[in-house]
């Protein structure tokens, strides 16, 4: 590390205090993927990773490489971008999937398609009979 | 000073990251069901990313970044065909 001697020390601090948050963060993630018991829960758990996790190391990297060459390095924001705007695609189609694998195995834990249907065509009819509750 | 600093936080950092990285993988092996383990594979993509930006870090290189993105546009798109693997059962219709 002997890049780093001439850093000033609260650089060296904001860095070491972003790197550790955001690698704690992942980590705790992980142990969320790895202890949560059914898979719509642990779909959340690496989502904390790919939020503040990327974003702190990715804020202590651009910080450090900003003080060592003298300039504004901001490269490190293509990431943070693409990873902002693709985790949310990509985990809505796996959950999506996962439903509809989940729904074809008519397992048990997961509403079935009649039952959401059902739930729906009953909004429809209250709204249409001014608001009022319909008499069964 | 400050390199020393640096040099503890960015281990600590590390040694976070590969638990972080063998907690995914524990999950790529053990998980239930194929959506399990393709949750696993993307968070280890995550994992791998910024494993490689400390190693920039430790190292004052910025060749590490171009690898880094390479590892995420990598993630997106496999994960994105698993998904529509899992779903329909081809990728490419």
């Known amino acids: 590390m002997s890049h780093a001697a001439n850093l000033p020390l609260w650089a060296a601090l904001l860095v070491a205090l972003l790197l550790v948050l955001g690698s704690g963060l992942t980590l705790l993630g992980a142990i969320g993927l790895v202890r949560l018991d059914s898979f719509y829960k642990r779909v959340h758990s690496p989502t904390l990773g790919t939020t503040w996790g990327t974003g702190g190391i990715l804020l202590g990297s651009m910080l450090f490489f900003s003080m060592i060459e003298g300039r504004p390095v901001l490269h490190e924001l293509l990431i943070a971008v693409f990873v902002t705007v693709t985790t949310p695609v990509t985990l809505m189609l796996l959950a999506r999937a996962a439903l509809y694998r989940d729904r074809m195995e008519k397992n048990p834990e997961v509403p079935t398609f009649t039952a959401v249907a059902e739930r729906s065509s009953e909004v429809v009819v209250k709204g249409t009979k001014n608001g009022e509750p319909e008499k069964s | ?93």
Request: charged content about 15%; aromatic content about 10%; glycine content about 6%.
């Open chain 2, 1 to 93: 000073m400050s390199a020393a600093i640096l040099l503890w936080a960015v281990t600590i950092s590390q040694i976070f990251l590969a638990l972080a990285a063998l907690c995914c993988g524990f999950r790529l092996f053990r998980g239930p069901r194929a959506q399990d383990r393709v949750l696993a594979l993307d968070a280890l993509y995550v994992c791998a990313m910024l494993m490689l930006l400390t190693f920039g870090i430790r190292t004052g290189s910025t060749l590490y970044f171009e690898a880094a993105l390479v590892i995420a546009l990598l993630g997106f798109v496999s994960t994105s065909a698993l998904a529509k693997f899992l779903m329909r059962g081809e990728v490419i219709e």
